[in-house]
């Protein structure tokens, strides 16, 4: 393999999270491993949590447990002072971070929120059978329905069943032209005070639930670049993307206030969570919210880039081996095809960034069994070289490996990070 300096950079950076000497200086510190693998660059990781906890102005951060899917990042995330709870994607991975762990350690948190309803039936008679985990692990409604299942679970534990705490998820996304035109993710149908109260009603209703909390994610706003691209197309983006969320945000703001003292008199609620890292700022300005959910902003993928209020560092990146030249301009590594979930689309796939100015191939694109770059750089390439790529997403590049890579400063292999796949975890 050659030595990382042989290869010659572009000095046009085209991702502005990325800086080419600290990818040059991870390939220096994994030189002698073989890929695929993925490495953490711990600076980075510790610079873009400081950043989170600096935005969120004084209210905790709740971590987003999605965006990580390592036990042992989530364990150093809550370690730092302005995050607390997590933010989980499954009951079944919630109860598994609110568990005993099975080495002795102390579970990842004794406060996890289930950031969408379930249905999973196994899950709930678990959760309900268990006083202690049930004390720890909240989890999200948004209809009825969704209370007869928490409810038929309790019935099957029978008269030992522990009471089941209970969130409201309310619908944050913007209506306009009389509701004929929606601007964000389809979520819960809940959006009006009235909407929020009848339900949580029903949920104080029932003896065996408890209701402790709202939650809402303003995701047209939280994951929505707003200084994206060039040129007078990305300028006029620009200008309609920040309209709408400054729209968006005043609509939420209201709605949410307004549906969190309504709810208030009928449950005490012990949290109101909001926002998502690209709107941290802008959500812990609203005086209704006590809580921040975030975790994107730690790694920072390739899908952050480009937000107007904050510059994080990239914090993750993955290595292939190249494998064949099939033409002097082009390089071919083996696998790739790690392509992020949401609207098929180019920004989805993993971007090539080391060595700078390589691109994939509008033809063939991140392929599962190979994936061919070309440029400049391309032609320096030899079969045993290394590519370095981001992921769109945070989180599901922890999917495709068993560990990440630690490398500190002096630039070194510190350690690993066990993923949810490494320990045998498949949530999803």
Same mark, same amino acid.
């Given at each position: 393999m050659r030595e990382p300096g042989r290869v010659t950079h572009s000095s046009s950076v085209r991702h502005p999270a990325v800086d080419p000497a600290r990818v040059a200086a991870l390939d220096a510190a994994t030189r002698d491993l073989d890929p695929p693998?993925?490495?953490?660059?711990?600076?980075?990781?510790?610079?873009?949590?400081?950043?989170?906890?600096?935005?969120?102005?004084?209210?905790?951060?709740?971590?987003?447990?999605k965006s990580v899917r390592s036990r042992a990042?989530?364990?150093?995330?809550?370690?730092?002072?302005?995050?607390?709870?997590?933010l989980?994607?499954?009951?079944?991975?919630?109860?598994?971070?609110?568990?005993?762990?099975?080495?002795?350690?102390?579970?990842? /948190?004794?406060?996890? *929120? @289930?950031?969408?309803? &379930? !249905?999973?039936? +196994? %899950?709930? $008679?678990?959760? #309900?059978?268990?006083?202690?985990?049930?004390?720890?692990?909240?989890?999200?409604?948004?209809?009825?329905?969704?209370?007869?299942?928490?409810?038929a679970a309790r019935r099957d534990v029978g008269a030992d069943?522990?009471?089941v705490r209970v969130c409201l998820d309310l619908d944050a996304s913007l209506r306009l032209l009389g509701d004929r035109a929606h601007v964000g993710v389809r979520r819960s149908p809940l959006r009006t005070p009235s909407d929020a109260v009848t339900l949580a009603r029903a949920v104080v209703a029932r003896p065996g639930l408890r209701l402790v909390g709202v939650m809402s994610y303003e995701a047209q706003v939280a994951g929505l670049p707003d200084d994206d691209g060039e040129g007078p197309v990305a300028l006029a983006r620009r200008q309609v993307v920040?309209?709408?969320?400054?729209? /968006?945000?005043?609509? *939420? @703001?209201?709605?949410? &206030? !307004?549906?969190? +003292? %309504?709810? $208030?008199?009928? #449950?005490?609620?012990?949290?109101?969570?909001?926002?998502?890292?690209?709107?941290?700022?802008?959500?812990?300005?609203?005086?209704?919210?006590?809580?921040?959910?975030a975790?994107?902003?730690?790694?920072?993928?390739s899908l952050f880039d480009r937000y107007r209020s904050f510059r994080p560092r990239a914090a993750a990146y993955f290595a292939l081996a190249v494998v064949r030249r099939p033409a002097p301009e082009i390089a071919t590594v083996l696998g790739g095809g790690w392509i992020a979930s949401g609207p098929p689309?180019?920004?989805r796939s993993p971007q090539p960034v080391w060595p700078a100015g390589l691109r994939l191939l509008g033809t063939e694109g991140a392929g599962e069994v190979q994936t061919p770059v070309s440029g400049a750089a391309a032609r320096h390439l030899a079969v045993g070289?290394?590519?370095?790529?981001?992921?769109?997403k945070a989180g599901e590049l922890s999917e495709h490996v068993d560990e990440y890579l630690l490398v500190d400063d002096p630039p070194s292999i510190v350690g690993t990070a066990a993923t949810y796949r490494g320990e045998g975890k498949a949530f999803l």
């Amino acid at each position: 393999m050659r030595e990382p300096g042989r290869v010659t950079h572009s000095s046009s950076v085209r991702h502005p999270a990325v800086d080419p000497a600290r990818v040059a200086a991870l390939d220096a510190a994994t030189r002698d491993l073989d890929p695929p693998f993925a490495a953490l660059d711990l600076p980075a990781w510790r610079a873009n949590a400081a950043d989170l906890v600096r935005r969120a102005g004084g209210k905790p951060i709740r971590v987003a447990s999605k965006s990580v899917r390592s036990r042992a990042l989530l364990r150093d995330a809550l370690s730092r002072p302005g995050f607390a709870g997590v933010l989980a994607f499954t009951l079944p991975e919630a109860l598994w971070l609110a568990g005993k762990d099975p080495d002795g350690e102390p579970p990842v /948190s004794e406060d996890v *929120v @289930v950031g969408y309803p &379930t !249905a999973d039936r +196994a %899950a709930l $008679r678990r959760l #309900a059978g268990d006083p202690e985990l049930a004390a720890r692990v909240t989890v999200m409604v948004d209809g009825v329905e969704q209370l007869g299942l928490l409810e038929a679970a309790r019935r099957d534990v029978g008269a030992d069943a522990a009471p089941v705490r209970v969130c409201l998820d309310l619908d944050a996304s913007l209506r306009l032209l009389g509701d004929r035109a929606h601007v964000g993710v389809r979520r819960s149908p809940l959006r009006t005070p009235s909407d929020a109260v009848t339900l949580a009603r029903a949920v104080v209703a029932r003896p065996g639930l408890r209701l402790v909390g709202v939650m809402s994610y303003e995701a047209q706003v939280a994951g929505l670049p707003d200084d994206d691209g060039e040129g007078p197309v990305a300028l006029a983006r620009r200008q309609v993307v920040r309209r709408l969320q400054t729209a /968006s945000m005043a609509d *939420v @703001v209201e709605r949410r &206030t !307004a549906v969190v +003292a %309504a709810v $208030r008199e009928v #449950a005490d609620l012990e949290f109101v969570n909001g926002g998502g890292t690209g709107s941290v700022e802008r959500t812990a300005a609203d005086p209704s919210v006590t809580e921040i959910a975030a975790g994107s902003g730690l790694f920072t993928p390739s899908l952050f880039d480009r937000y107007r209020s904050f510059r994080p560092r990239a914090a993750a990146y993955f290595a292939l081996a190249v494998v064949r030249r099939p033409a002097p301009e082009i390089a071919t590594v083996l696998g790739g095809g790690w392509i992020a979930s949401g609207p098929p689309a180019r920004e989805r796939s993993p971007q090539p960034v080391w060595p700078a100015g390589l691109r994939l191939l509008g033809t063939e694109g991140a392929g599962e069994v190979q994936t061919p770059v070309s440029g400049a750089a391309a032609r320096h390439l030899a079969v045993g070289d290394r590519v370095w790529f981001r992921h769109a997403k945070a989180g599901e590049l922890s999917e495709h490996v068993d560990e990440y890579l630690l490398v500190d400063d002096p630039p070194s292999i510190v350690g690993t990070a066990a993923t949810y796949r490494g320990e045998g975890k498949a949530f999803l």
